[in-house]
């Protein structure tokens, strides 16, 4: 490196880590200097980035604005599975390779969704409060309560984390119905489970409903007023996918209105949670806040892989998990 030449330049946009010595550790071994924000605005993250040779994102927006100011080719690097908040094909299109990482939680979150499930489905947190209100009712409380061999636990998409959640639910005995159309009628037997030719057939057939599908222009909003009507009044809905998969203003009419019987959610459209949000008034409703992909070591998991990601991106090698041309 020339001495007219700058240094290369990381940036963290925001984090929610204890401590950033990982990347700054592998900054400093590709000899970049470092630097970490909180961002929130897109205003913040334009002028974080500016010149950035790497830059490693969390929550922040990573528009199109603020990809212009990047230094050319530099990396970007996701703190998760999704990367709704990057403007990909901005990014792609101005040949700055997004890395994201995939595998971090996978146990993670399908462990807690399917806590999720089996919680609501024994009514875990209805018969607490009824014990706490001096009841001791457990038939009058838990009515109706199916077997679990007589639910059908519905999966809308099937990626990595869908796949484990079955795979932990398979002991209890539930029948699985998958909408997944990468997924063949072949594929979804060798898995134990049923294929659902369209999303009308889920909606209905569902006891269950667990969404396991990326944001994208086509899946926003799947889980409608239309859909929820659809499904069975006694029907559960899952999600520790993406917010936007639900319209949460339809949702909460339907779990006032008893279109459907329950839900739990870990993930939202804003988070975190307004605190005027009607899903805060509905006993009907599990909350976590976005906690499904949590454990001591998937948080050190995920900053080791984007530390070694910043190393990459310094060295000029390609991403681990680079983000598919398509987005």
Not at 17 to 23: D, G, I, N
Request: charged fraction near 20%; charge should be negative; include cysteine.
């Amino acid at each position: 490196m020339s001495k007219n030449q700058p240094l290369p330049y990381v940036v963290v946009t925001d984090y929610t880590f204890p401590t950033l010595a990982r990347e700054e550790a592998a900054a400093a071994s590709g000899k970049a200097r470092f630097a970490a924000f909180q961002c929130a605005s897109e205003t913040e993250v334009i002028d974080a980035v500016a010149g950035a040779t790497v830059v490693a994102v969390q929550f922040a927006p990573l528009s199109a604005k603020a990809i212009a100011g990047l230094a050319p080719g530099a990396r970007i690097i996701r703190y998760g599975v999704g990367y709704d908040n990057i403007d990909i094909a901005s990014a792609l299109r101005n040949n700055h390779p997004v890395a994201y990482v995939p595998d971090y939680c996978t146990d993670e979150v399908a462990d807690h969704t399917a806590t999720l499930i089996l919680a609501r489905l024994r009514k875990v947190a209805d018969l607490d409060r009824s014990v706490r209100a001096g009841e001791w009712s457990a038939v009058a409380r838990a009515r109706p309560m199916p077997a679990f061999s007589q639910t059908c636990i519905g999966f809308l998409g099937l990626g990595r984390i869908g796949r484990a959640v079955l795979e932990r639910l398979k002991p209890f005995g539930f029948r699985f119905l998958i909408r997944d159309p990468a997924l063949s009628y072949q594929d979804a037997a060798q898995l134990g489970a049923e294929h659902a030719s369209n999303l009308e057939t889920l909606l209905a057939q569902a006891d269950v409903l667990t969404l396991h599908l990326p944001s994208s222009a086509e899946t926003r909003h799947i889980i409608s007023s239309s859909a929820l009507a659809q499904m069975k009044n006694s029907a559960i809905l899952i999600n520790t996918a993406r917010g936007d998969l639900i319209d949460e203003a339809a949702l909460a009419v339907a779990l006032q209105a008893g279109t459907i019987a329950a839900a739990a959610l870990d993930v939202f459209q804003a988070e975190p949670l307004a605190a005027d949000h009607p899903f805060r008034g509905l006993e009907n409703l599990t909350l976590t806040p976005h906690a499904a992909w949590y454990s001591d070591s998937a948080i050190d998991k995920l900053q080791s892989c984007v530390a070694d990601e910043i190393a990459r991106g310094l060295a000029g090698r390609e991403p681990r998990c680079p983000v598919p041309a398509s987005g």
